[in-house]
């Protein structure tokens, strides 16, 4: 399984930004996917996930209300909106995909990791 992150930039605070995973191989339909970022000097942490159907998602609370997680499957591919940025949302973010279909927020649970891509915030 490959994953492909793709819209990452630099936005002024309060601005948009939309980013996208591409996923090859194996069945993306059964995979819960998932958003995870590390900031400067952090671990890596859990944004949003969601499950194989799209009907079960979870965000961390600090980007509740501001993100959304959504998938596509006759594209491949899982979205993460993201608006009202904010200069503590710069980080690299990560798409991480399961083997399984169940959504869970730990790093250890995803076995498929793209390369990152940069999000930067400027206040």
């Known amino acids: 399984v490959q994953l492909v992150e793709s819209g990452g930039g630099l936005v002024q605070a309060g601005g948009s930004l939309r980013l996208s995973c591409a996923a090859s191989?194996?069945?993306?339909?059964?995979?819960?996917m998932g958003w995870f970022r590390r900031a400067p000097g952090k671990e890596r942490e859990f944004v949003a996930v969601i499950n194989y159907s799209g009907g079960r998602i979870y965000y961390a609370d600090s980007v509740k209300g501001r993100f959304t997680i959504s998938r596509d499957d006759a594209k491949n591919t899982v979205y993460l909106q993201m608006l009202s940025l904010q200069p503590e949302d710069t980080a690299v973010y990560y798409c991480?995909?399961?083997?399984?279909?169940?959504?869970?927020?730990?790093?250890?649970?995803?076995?498929?990791w793209g390369q990152g891509t940069q999000v930067t915030v400027s206040s």
């Open positions: 191989g194996g069945t993306f339909s059964s995979r819960a």
């Open positions: 991480a995909a399961r083997t399984g279909p169940t959504a869970t927020t730990l790093n250890k649970d995803y076995n498929y």
